[in-house]
């Protein structure tokens, strides 16, 4: 697979990944994930925040708190962070 492809195929999984979140309920986010000591809400910033420059971490930080759409669609827009 060719680095471009590769790109491709993660930025698709990654805006799959917000679909699946998109639509959460408040409960939801606060379920229990399979991860263990943590909620399905922290291992979705975790995914999602793991791409973020200490530079833009704030901002995405800020985001966050107005929901996970906006800093997931952010991410998810870019290739890895340099």
Request: aromatic share 4%; net charge negative; charged share 20%.
């Given at each position: 697979m060719?680095?471009?492809?590769?790109?491709?195929?993660?930025?698709?999984?990654?805006?799959?990944?917000?679909?699946?979140?998109?639509?959460?309920?408040?409960?939801?986010?606060?379920?229990?994930?399979?991860?263990?000591?943590?909620?399905?809400?922290?291992?979705?910033?975790?995914?999602?925040?793991?791409?973020?420059?200490?530079?833009?971490?704030?901002?995405?930080?800020?985001?966050?708190?107005?929901?996970?759409?906006?800093?997931?669609?952010v991410?998810?827009?870019?290739?890895?962070?340099?």
């Amino acid at each position: 697979m060719e680095p471009g492809e590769a790109w491709t195929a993660i930025d698709d999984q990654r805006r799959a990944l917000v679909h699946l979140l998109e639509d959460l309920s408040e409960e939801e986010w606060r379920q229990s994930s399979l991860c263990e000591g943590w909620t399905v809400r922290q291992v979705a910033a975790h995914l999602a925040l793991q791409n973020t420059t200490w530079s833009a971490m704030p901002r995405a930080v800020l985001d966050a708190i107005g929901g996970v759409s906006s800093t997931t669609a952010v991410t998810t827009s870019r290739g890895p962070a340099h």
